[in-house]
């Protein structure tokens, strides 16, 4: 799913703040964790909705928190580096919730999109479209959505085609409940008028909350215009459970696995390929079934990605083949026509062109030269119980099965480490290591020696 700008003529000379309700509860979740903490796509929540509002213009991003949320704040400014953190020292409605970012709203923005963090599949499109709407006139711009139940929902009431207000369910009538278009809680108000239009909210069921919904009311009242925009029910979905949470991670991972399989790459078990939020998979790469990619994957033209593997925070070369059963963590750099294969595990290593590791090895913190021949069973002996250290394998050189090599160390070009070796010093281009203890034969031992079981 690209994050690019989508935004058009209509907005993209406009000025827009972009203010983030990020402080429920969350209590259904039944987490220590924030509920905007949550992730989908190996992404937390809220980011993905900064994802969404910075794609769609947003100069200014404002996340309203709740009180000693400062791991919200941190995530948030993670994402987007300028954003201001408000807290919500009282839970009094979604109203009170965007006045807590009063200070953001005074500097007067062309326009401002109010969104959720436990809403996080809303796409930069559709944001884009909320602010288009204001261009065109409106004052304020709604999103709703037909949902095939919608028991629950605000319902958005309409008069002669005219939005006219939004009715919570506890709250409306029998005739306004049989209404089937739901309100997805997505706003965008006119800049010049949202401070306005947000002080005008009174206390609408008498336990002192303010609703943004009645922003809707107040300018349907003053003769201002309120534009309508509609998404699919599984664009809206909000999250406030473990079971909300599985939904939004499927419906994420249906759009991926969609987006990458129309710009090229082929997965030839779509439902069984799990993709995070920004996994890249170039031209005709091939992804076989049961392949998890973490956060940070590139793959780019070409490659294959071999059934039950694991990448995250790695970039895979043109051409380069991975697994079966391979695992790529963070840092991995694999150039083009590398080749991976079974059980092979490579962490913080860059394997240059045409590298082959093709079963059974560990290459942590390591260098691998250009044509190099890693052998079944060697490892890369990176850790010394306190430090990391680096190898360095030279081009063409040829590593032999079961080698250990023993970091800080350096083997030439063109080198070749025997079998079973172990290396504790570096090996000159064109040399031969061999660091294993001599073999030793004694005829005739097993007729007058060897241990035999009792007949």
Same mark, same amino acid.
């Given at each position: 799913?690209?994050?690019?700008?989508?935004?058009?003529?209509?907005?993209?000379?406009?000025?827009?703040?972009?203010?983030?309700?990020?402080?429920g509860e969350?209590?259904?979740?039944?987490?220590?964790? &924030?509920?905007?903490?949550?992730?989908?796509?190996?992404?937390?929540?809220?980011?993905?909705?900064?994802?969404a $509002?910075?794609?769609?213009?947003?100069?200014?991003?404002?996340?309203?928190?709740?009180?000693?949320?400062?791991?919200?704040?941190?995530?948030?400014?993670?994402?987007?580096? %300028?954003?201001?953190?408000?807290?919500?020292?009282?839970?009094?409605?979604?109203?009170?919730?965007?006045?807590?970012?009063?200070?953001?709203?005074?500097?007067?923005?062309?326009?401002?999109v109010?969104?959720?963090?436990?809403? =996080?599949?809303?796409?930069?499109?559709?944001?884009?479209?909320?602010?288009?709407?204001?261009?065109? %006139?409106?004052?304020?711009a709604?999103?709703?959505?037909? /949902?095939?139940?919608?028991?629950?929902?605000?319902?958005?009431?309409?008069?002669?085609?005219?939005v006219?207000?939004?009715?919570?369910?506890?709250?409306?009538?029998?005739?306004?409940?049989?209404?089937?278009?739901?309100?997805?809680?997505?706003?965008?108000?006119?800049?010049?008028?949202?401070?306005?239009?947000?002080?005008?909210?009174?206390?609408?069921?008498?336990?002192?909350?303010?609703?943004? #919904?009645?922003?809707?009311?107040?300018?349907?009242?003053?003769?201002? %215009? $309120?534009?309508?925009?509609? &998404?699919s029910?599984?664009?809206?979905?909000?999250?406030?459970?473990?079971?909300?949470?599985?939904?939004?991670?499927?419906?994420l991972?249906?759009?991926?696995?969609?987006?990458?399989?129309?710009?090229?790459?082929?997965?030839?078990?779509?439902?069984?390929?799990?993709?995070?939020?920004?996994?890249?998979?170039?031209?005709?790469?091939?992804?076989e =079934?049961?392949?998890?990619?973490?956060?940070?994957?590139?793959?780019?033209a070409?490659?294959?990605?071999?059934?039950f593997?694991?990448?995250?925070?790695?970039?895979?070369?043109e051409?380069?083949?991975?697994? =079966?059963?391979?695992?790529?963590?963070?840092? #991995?750099?694999?150039? /083009?026509?590398?080749?991976?294969?079974?059980?092979?595990? $490579?962490?913080?290593?860059?394997?240059?062109?045409?590298?082959?590791?093709?079963?059974?090895?560990?290459?942590?913190?390591?260098?691998?030269?250009?044509?190099?021949?890693?052998?079944?069973?060697?490892?890369?002996?990176?850790?010394?119980?306190?430090?990391?250290?680096?190898? #360095?394998? *030279?081009?063409?050189?040829?590593i032999? #099965?079961?080698?250990?090599?023993?970091? /800080?160390?350096?083997?030439?070009?063109?080198?070749?480490?025997?079998?079973?070796?172990?290396?504790?010093?570096?090996?000159?281009a064109?040399?031969?290591?061999?660091?294993?203890?001599?073999?030793?034969?004694?005829? *005739?031992?097993?007729?007058?020696?060897?241990?035999?079981?009792?007949?």
């Open positions: 799913m690209s994050d690019a700008p989508r935004h058009g003529p209509e907005t993209q000379a406009r000025a827009c703040l972009a203010i983030i309700l990020a402080a969350g209590t259904r979740m039944r987490s220590d964790l &924030a509920k905007p903490l949550h992730r989908i796509g190996g992404r937390p929540m809220v980011s993905h909705v900064i994802a $509002v910075l794609a769609a213009g947003a100069g200014r991003i404002a996340v309203v928190v709740g009180p000693d949320r400062e791991d919200v704040g941190a995530e948030a400014r993670r994402a987007a580096p %300028g954003a201001s953190i408000h807290v919500q020292r009282e839970r009094l409605g979604t109203a009170h919730a965007v006045l807590a970012a009063r200070d953001a709203l005074a500097d007067a923005p062309d326009d401002v109010v969104a959720f963090a436990d809403t =996080p599949l809303v796409t930069a499109a559709t944001f884009d479209a909320l602010r288009a709407a204001l261009g065109r %006139g409106a004052s304020v709604v999103l709703g959505f037909e /949902p095939a139940d919608p028991a629950g929902y605000g319902r958005i009431l309409t008069e002669a085609g005219r006219v207000a939004i009715r919570e369910e506890k709250e409306a009538s029998a005739a306004e409940r049989a209404v089937g278009l739901c309100n997805a809680g997505l706003m965008a108000i006119r800049g010049d008028r949202a401070l306005a239009l947000l002080e005008s909210v009174g206390n609408a069921n008498g336990r002192g909350e303010y609703y943004l #919904t009645d922003v809707v009311a107040a300018a349907a009242g003053a003769g201002e %215009g $309120v534009a309508l925009v509609t &998404a029910p599984d664009e809206v979905l909000g999250v406030n459970d473990r079971a909300q949470l599985a939904a939004a991670e499927a419906a991972q249906a759009r991926l696995r969609r987006d990458d399989m129309r710009d090229g790459a082929t997965l030839i078990a779509p439902d069984t390929v799990f993709l995070s939020a920004d996994t890249r998979l170039g031209r005709d790469v091939v992804v =079934p049961n392949v998890v990619f973490g956060p940070g994957v590139v793959v780019e070409r490659a294959t990605i071999r059934a593997s694991h990448l995250e925070g790695a970039t895979v070369g051409g380069a083949i991975v697994g =079966p059963f391979a695992r790529l963590r963070p840092g #991995t750099r694999l150039g /083009p026509d590398v080749h991976v294969g079974n059980f092979v595990e $490579v962490k913080n290593s860059t394997l240059e062109r045409g590298v082959k590791a093709n079963h059974l090895a560990y290459l942590g913190d390591a260098t691998v030269g250009a044509a190099t021949n890693v052998g079944a069973g060697t490892i890369t002996c990176n850790y010394d119980g306190a430090f990391k250290h680096r190898t #360095t394998i *030279g081009r063409d050189a040829f032999g #099965t079961n080698a250990s090599l023993v970091a /800080p160390v350096t083997i030439g070009d063109r080198a070749y480490v025997g079998s079973g070796s172990v290396i504790t010093d570096d090996v000159p064109e040399a031969l290591a061999i660091g294993r203890g001599r073999q030793v034969v004694k005829p *005739g031992w097993a007729t007058t020696s060897r241990p035999r079981k009792p007949t």
